[in-house]
Structures are given as structure tokens and as C-alpha cells.
């Protein structure tokens, strides 16, 4: 199957982009893994025709509205984020109503109608920087409450507006997973990441996205690190630092999971599911989209 995938990648001058919570299978046939940010750059810097996006749909549209010209493909219709669907028109022009003079920032967890009537997007690991340079002292944050009191901690001269929205994978991390592994491994430091509850950071060494754990791994000395986000990024930061330990503290985010090899073989085969957004949605969504891209 990897070499059939190799095979088809070559003829038809595709790439596969990797998000950090994919399995090692998946790993071994990307031709860059990263975080959300690293993987929207990786998007706009290829010449490649065609973008397999081994992550979840809202990864993919951002790919494309960054990229019109480019066939993103989705391997699985079912790979999608549900926090990004939490939040929808309706929900988002009543908040503007209520706040017409605050700033919209949205998470890139969100749908492309989401980003198309927002003046900012952001990513786990931008999210503090990018708001610290807005001018206006109040923004609305959208859709996670959780990074968004993040935000808020680190910026406390600012007034952030939180939406009610939620990662189950993050927002369900269990304290007593914590205080086990903690027990057990008393010299290993524990890695949040900015989706997880403010209450449960007593527990952390270091909050971060993603890509900063890839980092932090690199950098520490660690032998033992305890991974307090999805399953997978355990996997793969042992792909890459093979001799230290990762420990998994949370569990398996579904929509990550429809990704496989033979969904990555179907769709370079048939190149199915093609991202197809409207270009006057498109056009509105690439504003916060290209603002981040420049200030993070
Ligand atoms: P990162 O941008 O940190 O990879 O986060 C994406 C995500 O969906 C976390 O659950
Ligand atoms: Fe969405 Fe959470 Fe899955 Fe990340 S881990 S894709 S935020 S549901």
C-alpha cells in the first residue's frame, strides 16, 4: 500500500500533509508533518497539484482558500473537527450585534463560513502573539472557551469574550490519568496543550500546541514525557525520537481517525474529496486567514 501510495504521489505531483495526531503508518507515506500553522505554511509554499490532507476537513479548506488553485483533497468525508461545527452564522452575527466594536478572532477550528465573517485567525500556537497585536482592547474568541481563557491569562490587559465552545478530547482529560502518571513517573514532565480546562494546568510542565511538543521534545532531557493530549501524538513524537518515552494521557480524536492508508490510496487513486468552497466564500475567508499567515 506505501508503495502504491509513493507510486501515485510521483505521477500525479501530489503531497501528503500530515497532522501530528496521524498514526506512524500514515507518517511514514507525509511529506511534512506538523501542526495546524506549520501545516497551513507547508500549503502555501508547495508547487505541488495536488494536497492530501491527512487531518480533519477544517485543515483542508484552510489548505484551499489559501491555495484556490490547487486539488485539496480529504481522504474521509468523516474527518471532521465537531468543536469547528459548534459555531455557525446565526450564533456568530448575534455576537456581532452584541459586540460591534470588539475584534472576531477565530480559531482555525472553525468551518469557512465561520473565518469568512471574522477579522482574525489563529492557531494553538499563535493565538497569544496574533491578539497581543490587535489594537482594540476587547475580542471576541471563537469557537474554543478553553484556549480562549488561555488567551485571557496571558494577555490580562485585554478583555477577551469567550464562545461556549469546546474540544471533548481536551475538555474531558481525566485528573485522576494525571495524578496516576504523575505517581509513576515522578521525574517526567506532563504536556498540555491550550485546548485543555485552565483547572487542570496544575498538573503541567509546559502548555503547548502541537509543534512546540515536537520542540519541547527535541530540546528536553527527559527520557520519560508525559503526553497530556490526543493518543496519537504520543506515536508521533516516538517516530521521530525513537530512544526517549511518550506516555498518552487522552484518547483518540475520531474525525483524526478515518484517516488510514487505504483511504490515502483511494483518494490519490480518485482523487476524492475534493475541497469545493464558493469563491465569494473563499475570497472572505482567506482576509483572517492571510492576516495570520503574515503575523504568526
Ligand atoms: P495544533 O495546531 O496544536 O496541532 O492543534 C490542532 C488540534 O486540533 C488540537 O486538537
Ligand atoms: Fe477537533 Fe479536538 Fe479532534 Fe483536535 S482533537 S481535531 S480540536 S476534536
Known amino acids: 500500500m506505501k508503495n502504491l501510495i509513493q507510486d501515485l504521489k ?13 498514526p506512524i503508518d ?3 507515506v507525509a511529506d511534512f508533518m506538523g501542526d495546524s500553522f506549520e501545516l497551513a505554511k507547508k500549503a502555501q509554499e508547495t508547487d505541488a497539484d495536488i494536497i492530501v490532507f491527512a487531518g480533519v476537513s477544517f485543515m483542508a479548506e484552510s489548505a484551499k482558500i489559501l491555495n484556490p488553485n490547487k486539488k485539496v483533497l480529504l481522504p ?9 461545527g459548534m459555531v455557525n452564522k446565526e450564533k456568530l452575527s448575534k455576537l456581532k450585534e452584541q459586540y460591534p466594536n ?21 492557531t494553538s500556537s499563535n493565538a497569544v502573539k496574533i491578539c497581543n497585536k490587535i ?10 472557551r478553553n484556549l480562549a481563557a488561555h488567551v485571557q491569562e496571558k494577555l490580562p490587559q485585554r478583555t477577551i469574550i469567550p464562545f461556549n465552545g469546546y474540544c471533548y478530547i481536551h475538555q474531558y482529560a481525566d485528573k485522576k490519568v494525571f495524578e496516576n502518571a504523575k505517581q509513576k513517573y515522578p521525574d517526567a514532565p506532563l504536556l498540555l496543550h491550550p485546548e485543555t480546562p485552565l483547572a487542570l494546568y496544575e498538573y503541567a510542565d509546559e502548555v503547548l500546541s502541537t509543534g512546540g511538543m515536537v520542540e519541547y521534545a527535541q530540546k528536553s532531557n527527559a527520557n520519560v514525557i508525559l503526553i497530556g493530549t490526543e493518543e496519537k501524538m504520543a506515536e508521533r ?5 525513537p530512544e526517549k518515552e511518550f506516555i498518552p494521557l487522552l484518547k483518540r480524536c475520531s474525525g483524526m481517525g478515518e484517516i488510514s492508508l487505504e483511504s490515502i490510496y483511494e483518494s490519490l487513486k480518485n482523487e476524492q474529496h475534493e475541497i469545493s ?20
Open 135 to 144: 489594537e482594540s482592547k476587547e475580542i471576541v474568541f471563537l469557537p474554543d
Open 277 to 296: 468552497l464558493i469563491s465569494e466564500l473563499m475570497n472572505q475567508a482567506k482576509i483572517p486567514l492571510e492576516r495570520m499567515m503574515k503575523m504568526g
Open 237 to 241: 513524537l516516538k517516530y521521530e525520537f
Open 10 to 22: 510521483q505521477q500525479k505531483n501530489a503531497i501528503i500533509l500530515a497532522h501530528n495526531y496521524q
Open 26 to 28: 500514515v507518517l511514514e
Open 102 to 122: 470588539a475584534s472576531f478572532v477565530c480559531y482555525i477550528n472553525t468551518l469557512a463560513e465561520t473565518k469568512a465573517m471574522c477579522d482574525y485567525c489563529v
Open 76 to 84: 474521509s468525508l468523516k474527518a471532521t473537527c465537531p468543536m469547528a
